[in-house]
């Protein structure tokens, strides 16, 4: 089985940084990519940025330039850099794990974390 467990949110003022990481515990053999997306009251759950096991990254148009996600693949870890934040980016930041197969011939699943509060004063 695959845990994943965010932890760095907080409250922070307009303009300020956050570092949001998500360890991933269990075996994982392979994976598609590795995401972050948010959950702002009374909107949908949105992406807000993927990294593949290559190393290519997306993110939403809304974050573009703000924030940057990584992965330590040693310590099976991916880091969401929040600058610049607005009061628009507040929300529950949940971890994903997509397409995570435990073995070469387990099934593949998709993994969530429980989620790190954002919130972002003005």
């Known amino acids: 089985q695959v845990r994943l467990v965010e932890s760095g949110g907080g409250l922070v003022q307009a303009g300020g940084s956050l570092r949001l990481s998500c360890a991933a515990s269990?075996?994982?053999?392979?994976?598609?990519?590795m995401a972050w997306y948010r959950q702002a009251p009374g909107k949908q759950r949105e992406l807000v940025a993927a990294i593949t096991s290559g190393g290519r990254t997306t993110y939403a148009d809304s974050v573009q330039g703000r924030f940057t996600v990584s992965r330590d693949s040693a310590k099976s870890t991916v880091h969401l850099q929040m600058n610049s934040l607005k009061p628009e980016d507040t929300g529950v930041y949940y971890c994903?794990?997509?397409?995570?197969?435990?073995?070469?011939?387990?099934?593949?699943?998709?993994?969530w974390g429980q989620g790190t509060q954002v919130t972002v004063s003005s």
């Open positions: 269990g075996s994982i053999y392979s994976f598609n990519a």
């Open positions: 994903n794990a997509d397409q995570v197969q435990i073995h070469p011939w387990a099934p593949v699943n998709d993994y």
